[in-house]
């Protein structure tokens, strides 16, 4: 079985969210549709709806990530779900326990959900793989290969903005190849119709062979974003930053970081998204962060509401 | 004891012999194929009819696991799964625990082995003390032990310096040095064929680069040291071209490929199956291709099994986590026989890949039923179906990418030096039936 077959049932129902790929256009839908819904949640004075009371979700961190984490934690306690928080990265996995004994040990008290990260492309799918009937698994993360929520509250934020994706010109740019989230970004775009997608970046942070994945390929930063509708910049890890990968930090920034002056050959109206945390002055110039083009604050609510969305969708019965 | 094998299709690639006949076999050895020799009579007959009667095979690599890694494998279980698979000769790579650097455990090992009455093993001793890449071994030591070759395994040689002294020691004395064209610098940390699945899983690579650069390095130290080399498991399309022009030039150079990578691509990890996690990786279709090619047009001498028990602990796991290999001994001979016919070939031709050609690789006398040699013969049933499932298996291993596949071609009969070591009764009794 396939990871697509793995996540979605024949019927259509979402058993797992493990990535955007093979993901139907239909079902992201539903996703931002149903997240569409919990953004008023997260307006009202009592922030909690009763979908999830009685769930218990494991929020399985086998690689540390405090702001991950905590926007799944308040996610599934606005679905009402209780919610256990684990930092495995420090703990069992240490003292030689394999991560499928560390999920077995967590589903015998009764898991009904589990949201992981962990640093091993595939350790979600595996872990999908392995779990009891009926009990989910929701990726947080895994190396270099998915972070769908993120892809997902990106797809939300804009169509929020930009109501259809049928016309638009998206660019990423920066570190593609260590990026789960453009992973996840590339494969929900494409299947929701983006006719020009396009990756820019130094030879060094693209991965091989990206253009079979629909994407166009830029070194040239403002070529890469000339016209563009969305403009999604990616963060550049610091041990990234010296090396072989990359001279500098300061270099980084003069070729491929966002400023006001280079955002200028984007359409007027363009978005410019993060994933979170940015690094000011290395990918992104503070005026275009705080700028009126930005949206990378109200990604962070809506990521909020695309998390309860998918929770919900996985937690209900079928 | 004289036995007469009757009415088999008796297939000898080394004399290109294929036609329905008899082989009588005398004290252990051939002692004549077709007419039985003057005065021969057979004390055992064995009814082959339906059968193909081929040399055993031989195979370049297959890991027996011992010493050292005994959850994983035994000598025994190891030793029944190569004479299930037909395989009558193997090379075992040094890279056990402790690796074999030294006499004293080549003897052990083989001594074992003999004591097995199973497969003959030749084992390849490490090329560097501990395979720490710091020291040499003690190679002339070792050859008079009973090794074969010199290989370094996976295990990276620290710098090329090390290397070109390896093959200098080693032309000393003729040995070959087996070498697995990597560059470690370039295929640090990878885990998966540079391409478009690694970047879509998202799984480190490890670039064709990575193989290339060393294959050209090995190359030009062959030339400045007169070594003789055995490049093990090609992977890439790119190196098997480089490979085909040293030949041309002359260069003493012999390689192999691996069964896995003649049918299996990148691809094929589909979704993160750790089964496909493989040294070297599993690369583009187009490397499959060309690999198919060259081991049909001789570029690449002969095909192994890679023969890796793996337990499941270390593969079930992450991709990434997973250590690399696959069971094997037992799907040889139907992997081969597929890709023979896939490429249209005549039987002789496909089983010269997997007795003959790596027979002459290792030097020794095996993979053919002229009359003399030791009568290791393999009987096999070509149109034999079975489904690959761990019950199937006499390897204490049970990864492999193959695993729910149906493969045509099941070994009935293995005989070493005359003596039968394995025999699926039932498929026997069926042909006596008939």
Redo the contacts between chains.
């Keep these: 079985?396939?990871?697509a077959a793995?996540q979605v049932a024949p019927d259509g129902r979402l058993r797992h969210l493990l990535t955007t790929?093979g993901l139907p256009a239909a079902t992201i839908r539903h996703i931002l549709d149903t997240a569409d819904q919990f953004v008023s949640v997260s307006e009202r004075e009592v922030k909690k709806v009763p979908l999830l009371r009685g769930k218990s979700i494991f929020n399985v961190f086998f690689e540390n990530s405090t702001r991950t984490r905590t926007t799944f934690e308040i996610a599934a306690k606005r679905l009402s779900a209780d919610v256990i928080n684990l930092n495995v990265g420090f703990s069992s996995t240490n003292k030689g326990e394999?991560?499928?004994d560390t999920v077995y040990n967590l589903q015998a008290m009764d898991a009904d959900m589990f949201v992981v990260r962990?640093a091993?492309?595939?350790?979600a799918?595996?872990i999908a793989r392995?779990v009891r009937p009926g009990v989910a698994v929701v990726n947080a993360g895994?190396?270099?290969?998915?972070h769908p929520t993120q892809g997902l509250l990106d797809m939300y934020t804009i169509r929020h903005y930009k109501k259809d994706f049928s016309g638009l010109s998206v660019a990423i740019v920066g570190d593609v190849l260590h990026s789960?989230v453009a992973?996840s970004q590339i494969h929900a775009l494409k299947t929701l119709g983006v006719p020009d997608l396009r990756v820019v970046g130094p030879a060094t942070l693209l991965?091989?062979?990206?253009e079979?994945?629909g994407t166009r390929v830029f070194h040239d930063m403002v070529e890469g974003i000339r016209g563009c509708d969305v403009v999604i910049m990616l963060r550049l890890q610091n041990e990234r930053m010296n090396g072989a990968l990359l001279p500098s930090a300061g270099e980084f920034f003069k070729c491929y970081g966002l400023t006001a002056e280079k955002l200028a050959h984007a359409k007027p109206d363009a978005i410019v998204m993060h994933p979170g945390p940015m690094n000011r002055g290395v990918e992104i110039d503070s005026p275009v962060a705080d700028g009126r083009q930005s949206v990378i604050l109200p990604q962070v609510t809506f990521g909020i509401a695309v998390r309860m969305a998918v929770m919900s969708m996985l937690g209900s019965p079928a | 004891m004289k036995t007469e094998i009757r009415g088999a299709r008796v297939v000898d690639p080394a004399a290109n012999r294929d036609e329905a006949a008899s082989i009588f076999v005398a004290d252990g050895r051939i002692a004549a194929v077709g007419r039985a020799p003057d005065g021969f009579r057979a004390d055992e007959t064995i009814e082959a009819a339906g059968l193909v009667a081929c040399p055993g095979l031989v195979d370049l690599s297959a890991r027996l696991r011992e010493p050292g890694f005994e959850y994983k494998a035994t000598l025994e279980s190891e030793m029944a799964a190569a004479v299930a698979g037909g395989v009558t000769t193997l090379a075992c790579p040094p890279d056990t625990d402790p690796p074999l650097d030294e006499p004293g455990l080549v003897e052990m090992l083989t001594r074992r082995a003999a004591g097995l009455n199973g497969a003959r093993v030749h084992p390849l001793g490490a090329l560097t003390t501990g395979l720490k890449g710091e020291r040499l071994a003690e190679m002339a030591e070792l050859a008079e032990a009973g090794c074969v070759g010199f290989f370094q395994g996976s295990a990276a040689l620290p710098d090329n310096a090390t290397l070109l002294q390896a093959m200098r020691y080693a032309a000393t004395f003729g040995y070959t040095v087996w070498l697995r064209p990597q560059d470690p610098a370039l295929a640090a940390g990878g885990v998966a064929h540079?391409?478009?699945v690694?970047?879509?899983?998202?799984?480190?690579?490890i670039?064709v680069i990575a193989e290339t650069v060393a294959v050209r390095t090995i190359l030009e130290l062959m030339q400045a040291t007169g070594a003789r080399v055995h490049l093990a498991r090609l992977s890439a399309g790119a190196a098997v071209e480089l490979v085909a022009q040293a030949k041309a030039r002359g260069a003493p150079l012999t390689c192999d490929v691996s069964v896995h990578h003649l049918h299996l691509c990148d691809r094929d990890i589909?979704?993160?199956d750790s089964n496909a996690n493989l040294a070297p990786p599993l690369r583009d279709p187009s490397d499959r291709e060309r690999l198919r090619r060259a081991l049909a047009e001789g570029v690449i001498d002969a095909v192994c099994s890679d023969h890796t028990p793996v337990d499941d602990?270390a593969k079930?796991?992450?991709?990434?986590?997973a250590e690399p290999g696959a069971t094997a001994l037992e799907l040889l001979l139907p992997l081969v026989l597929q890709w023979g016919r896939e490429c249209g070939l005549a039987l002789p031709a496909t089983l010269a890949v997997a007795t003959v050609h790596p027979a002459r690789v290792l030097g020794v006398a095996a993979g053919s039923l002229a009359a003399g040699v030791p009568a290791d013969i393999c009987l096999f049933d070509p149109k034999r179906p079975w489904v690959v499932k761990p019950a199937a298996l006499a390897s204490q291993g049970k990864n492999t990418p193959f695993m729910g596949l149906e493969l045509t071609g099941r070994v009935v009969r293995t005989l070493v030096a005359g003596r039968t070591v394995h025999a699926v009764r039932e498929a026997a009794q069926e042909k006596v039936a008939q």
């Design positions: 079985m396939g990871a793995l790929e394999t991560l499928l962990h091993q492309s595939g350790a799918n595996l392995h895994d190396g270099r290969h998915q789960r992973r991965p091989a062979a990206v079979r994945l | 540079e391409g478009e690694a970047t879509r899983l998202g799984l480190a690579p670039p589909a979704d993160f602990d079930l796991v992450p991709f990434g986590e």
